[in-house]
Nanobody
Framework: VQLQASGGGLVQAGGSLTLSCAAS????????FGWYRQAPGKQRERIAV???????NYSDSVKGRFTISRDNNENTVYLQMTSLKSEDAAIYYC???????????????WGRGTLVTVSS
């Protein structure tokens, strides 16, 4: 599967941003997806996952502020980010796999990341 993340940019603290991850090359409906992020000098962090049934799970760092969703008609997964903080600044990556454990372990397919910068 090929993944293309987009939607990153510069946003003020407290603001909102929505990232998109367009998938191609595989049957979208069977895929599980995840969003990860990596800040400078830090390890890649899994922040949100959505399975093929639409069930979601979030890291504590973004729970209540971020929402992951999928549009099976558009072959796209979204990450709506609100109440952004300076610590949310990172490169955001989407990943997908037919096996949900590959999404959780980070061993699925990856797209190029999109940069989110948060100004205070």
């Amino acid at each position: 599967v090929q993944l293309q993340a987009s939607g990153g940019g510069l946003v003020q603290a407290g603001g909102s941003l929505t990232l998109s991850c367009a998938a191609s090359g595989s049957t979208f409906d069977i895929l599980h997806f995840g969003w990860y992020r990596q800040a400078p000098g830090k390890q890649r962090e899994r922040i949100a996952v959505i399975n093929k049934f639409g069930s979601t799970n979030y890291s504590d760092s973004v729970k209540g502020r971020f929402t992951i969703s999928r549009d099976n008609n558009e072959n796209t997964v979204y990450l709506q980010m609100t109440s952004l903080k300076s610590e949310d600044a990172a490169i955001y990556y989407c990943t997908a796999a037919p096996n949900p454990f590959d999404v959780l372990k980070g061993t699925g397919s990856w797209g190029r990341g999109t940069l989110v910068t948060v100004s205070s």
